[in-house]
């Protein structure tokens, strides 16, 4: 597996609080991607990076913010949690390879329940 | 935007029987990606398809892409139980900086019985 860590694993939170997850990658890719994962919806792209400080937007980026200031490391933060973010959130990166594959490499996910 | 809808949701099969899942999506694609994610895991890809009517085989997996570039297809041959998992395609586009947005299907959940 390629070096990819989220933290934390798990979290519980209230509604209305705020709330940070990390990715941290050791591979020194280019690209880095949140997607949730929800039943029925496969996964979707929150935010994505295209480099440190360079950020933009996926289909489903309300509510989440993200920031880049290292390489290794991007951040989602949902500012005020509500229950409708109750997911599972997959922080991947990706690096464009010689055959132009573009893999993404997904880290072990992050459970996060909003009561 | 684009959508990329994926049939069956769920399949039950014996072991040693054949599965098929199927990919189509709203739009012409550039290429599609297939990942498996293993119950409690996270998604791990497979392969990638490029060219129209393209197929690819690893091991018992063969991979199509459509003709007209909008649909895809996995057949596993002879399953089993290291065969369980969720089965995604994702259709690949350029993003803003150049990184890919995957649209992924919805998935379809696989199950093997002995």
């Known amino acids: 597996d390629a070096g990819i860590t989220q933290s934390p694993r798990h979290k519980v939170t209230e509604t209305g609080t705020p709330v940070t997850l990390r990715c941290h990658q050791t591979e020194n890719h280019r690209y880095m991607y949140w997607y949730r994962q929800d039943p029925g919806h496969g996964l979707r792209l929150i935010h994505y990076?295209?480099?440190?400080?360079?950020?933009d937007k996926g289909e489903v980026s309300d509510g989440y913010s993200v920031s880049r200031s290292k390489t290794e490391d991007f951040l989602l933060t949902l500012e005020s949690a509500t229950s409708s973010q109750t997911s599972v959130y997959f922080c991947a990166i990706s690096e464009r390879d010689r055959f132009a594959t573009d893999t993404q490499y997904f880290g072990p996910g992050t459970r996060l329940t909003v009561l | 935007g684009q959508q990329v809808m994926q049939i069956p949701q769920y399949q039950h099969v014996q072991e040693g029987e054949d599965f098929t899942t199927y990919c189509n999506s709203s739009t012409t694609l550039s290429n599609i990606q297939w990942y498996k994610q293993r119950p409690g895991g996270h998604p791990v890809f497979l392969i990638q398809?490029?060219?129209?009517?393209e197929v690819k085989k690893q091991k018992r997996l063969t991979f199509q892409f459509g003709e007209a570039k909008k649909n895809s297809s996995l057949h596993i041959t002879a399953t089993q139980t290291t065969d369980v998992g969720t089965y995604f395609c994702a259709g690949r586009t350029i993003l803003t900086g150049g990184g890919n947005k995957l649209t992924f299907g919805t998935g379809t959940q696989l199950k093997v019985e002995l």
């Open positions: 990076s295209y480099g440190v400080k360079d950020t």
């Open positions: 398809l490029v060219k129209s009517g």
